[in-house]
């Protein structure tokens, strides 16, 4: 199959040499994209055989027809939008956005003082980059509690609820600069969620020290309860860290390494031949942590154990050049280090490092394969096969593996362990496979998540749009059967399937997320499931009122001109799916108020005269008349 075998007549019109930067887009995307951007335009026939051919080879029905759910729940990184989307898979039809990092008008996310709680010393930051969203597991099976995300940067790490698919824990990581590879322990549970820093800084990073001596800089790796969300320890390495993932042992993880130089620039980033992949022990730092044996820096408490090289904690196994993704495969078996710059991706068996870590074997020999894919290996995924398919940046594909073929070769044998290279659209940086992070791969769906688009959806503009590619991977050969487009690189997703996620319908009144507010109100005498009340306290007034569709229990209600003013209000429709939502004109003030939630938001009253507040999520056949007035007094 040719790249872009389904042109619009924009191919060839796109002028591959077009840049004003100086860097060719010819030279950075490699001779496969090239061929693509001269391609010539197939006829309105040629596209109609060919796509009738394609469908006929489609295996996996990817149709979801009215009324049908989907088999699938996709998490989505919304990459630097700092939210999360939730797709229904295989249809990629987008069923909801979880607000995370961002501010979101729809929800109020950022905006209400719930949201600002959870936001906890990092309320007054906006902007946030996703990259990577994986699910709390027990024994290995993913366990529908919780997923976590990183916020590169701002270097934070949120927990979302997966019961009502809400943000409910959020810290900024200290010691640190850009949160970058995100993991969960798998075995026996998620007890650590664990996340690399990526930008090596001094240590302490106090504005003491010269911008010109380097040496204090490092990274560190990073331990945090998943159900405290704090960080239970961080470990000192050496060189600065890119992707990480946990055994199904509960003994090791592993991260890559680029940059081992410790450089300051590109060119100092790139001298070495070889970086490493880092494995931790987490029996030996759990020792070490408990023993004492650990630093503090910045002026914080949080445990910093030396993992450097010589130290017991760690061992760094050289990889070539600047690694990236590093991915378990399901089997449990090994650890996949990507090559990034370097065509080949490394085998780590995870049997062997008892023995690395016992100074039985030299680092080296952990590794027992070292397959040669093509250009610019980023991610690699797994099914229950024995495959592995592989993100080619470079070559804008995806090639599939085998895996103990891969070993065989390393030993010697002729053996060819590609499977097949599939073209994707374009540049793919991670891929996940249905399940592929947990024992329970099933080998059915791969996305594979392209950064560029080009030529594949209507234009839109200068921005393009990413596109996340649906292929189904159930029988010998892959099959692209979707292109999705996204907006704000994903970098990540993971599928799990929908019967390991049971959300709620409702609210229950008790719910930890507003059960402050609710407390709050108990301070004032005020019940929230009954009372429509004003407190006046000082320069603050507290407005409590209850919602029932199609009416707010409080039709007006009165203010001083700069008023610090908090409305409280309480759904109390039973029934699924009749959200309110409460908005208030001219003050930026919005939020939604789902069934049996109670929601709050504080704003300065700093506008005369009335002003109307409604409800903007349409509930009702009087929606509309849905509405009330605050009257903001100028005396
Ligand atoms: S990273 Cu973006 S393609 Cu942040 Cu997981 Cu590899
Ligand atoms: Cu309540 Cu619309």
């Keep these: 199959m040719k790249k872009n075998d389904n042109p619009t007549e924009l191919s060839g019109e796109i002028n591959a040499e077009d840049s004003s930067n100086g860097l060719s887009r010819r030279g950075f995307l490699g001779a496969g994209a090239v061929a693509a951007a001269g391609a010539v335009p197939m006829t309105a026939a040629m596209f109609a055989a060919s796509a009738k051919t394609q469908a006929a080879e489609i295996r996996n029905d990817t149709s979801v027809h009215p009324g049908e759910l ?105 010691n640190v600069q850009a949160i970058h590879g995100l993991r969960v322990q798998k075995v026996p549970y998620t007890k650590y969620v664990i996340c690399n820093a990526e930008f090596e800084i001094p240590m302490n990073n106090d504005g003491k020290s010269s911008m010109e001596d380097v040496s204090t800089y490092r990274s560190l790796f990073n331990v945090i309860d998943a159900e405290a969300m704090e960080v239970a320890f961080q470990v000192m390495v050496d060189g600065n860290l890119d992707n990480t993932d946990a055994d199904y042992d509960g003994r090791f993880f592993a991260s890559t390494c680029y940059n081992s130089e410790m450089g300051m620039t590109l060119g100092e980033m790139v001298v070495a031949e070889r970086d490493h992949v880092v494995i931790f022990d987490l029996h030996a730092c759990e020792k070490a942590l408990k023993a004492g044996k650990f630093k503090t820096y910045n002026d914080n408490k949080v445990p910093v154990l030396d993992g450097t090289k010589g130290s017991n904690l760690t061992r760094y196994i050289p990889v070539p050049k600047s690694p990236h993704g590093l991915n378990t495969s399901s089997d449990g078996k090994y650890f996949v280090a990507n090559g990034k710059l370097s065509p080949t991706v490394s085998v780590i068996s995870i049997k062997k490092l008892a023995d690395l870590f016992d100074d039985k074997i030299k680092p080296r020999d952990a590794i027992v394969a070292e397959p040669e894919l093509g250009l610019g290996p980023l991610h690699t995924a797994f099914d229950n096969r024995g495959n592995a398919y592989t993100t080619l940046f470079l070559d804008s594909q995806i090639a599939k593996w085998n895996v103990e073929e891969a070993i065989e070769a390393y030993q010697g044998k002729k053996v060819n362990y590609i499977r097949q290279k599939l073209d994707v659209h374009y540049q793919p940086g991670h891929n996940h496979t249905s399940q592929g992070e947990t024992r329970d791969a099933d080998g059915k769906w791969l996305i594979s998540l392209c950064k560029f688009s080009k030529d594949r959806f209507l234009p839109v503009g200068p921005l393009h749009p990413e596109n996340d590619q649906l292929i189904d991977i159930s029988g010998d050969e892959m099959k692209l059967v979707h292109d999705g487009p996204t907006y704000a690189e994903p970098h990540d997703c993971m599928i799990v399937h929908r019967s390991k996620v049971k959300p709620k319908k409702v609210w229950t009144r008790d719910d930890p997320i507003f059960a402050e507010t609710v407390a709050m109100a108990k301070r004032d005498g005020v019940n929230v499931e009954s009372d429509n009340k004003i407190i006046r306290d000082g320069n603050k007034v507290r407005v409590y009122m209850t919602s029932v569709a199609p009416a707010f229990g409080m039709n007006d209600f009165k203010v001083k001109l700069g008023n610090e003013v908090t409305v409280v209000v309480t759904n109390l429709d039973k029934i699924e799916d009749v959200t309110h939502g409460f908005c208030l004109t001219n003050h930026g003030v919005q939020m939604e108020v789902a069934p049996q939630a109670t929601a709050s938001i504080t704003f300065i009253a700093d506008k005369p005269g009335v002003q109307w507040y409604y409800c903007n999520w349409f509930c009702h056949a009087l929606h509309m008349e849905m509405r009330g007035r605050m009257f903001v007094s100028a005396e």
């Design 70 to 174: 989907d088999e699938y729940y996709g998490f989505w990184s919304g990459g630097h939008s700092g939210e999360i989307r939730i797709l229904g898979i295989p249809s990629m039809r987008e069923l909801m956005r979880i607000p995370v990092f961002n501010t979101d008008s729809a929800t109020g996310w950022g905006l209400t003082n719930e949201s600002k709680r959870v936001k906890g010393d990092s309320a007054h930051i906006h902007a946030g980059d996703c990259h990577h969203p994986h699910m709390s597991m027990t024994d290995g099976h993913y366990n529908g509690k919780y997923v976590f995300i990183n916020d590169k940067a701002n270097s934070r790490v949120a927990r979302v609820r997966c019961d009502v698919m809400k943000t409910d824990k959020m810290i900024t990581i200290p």
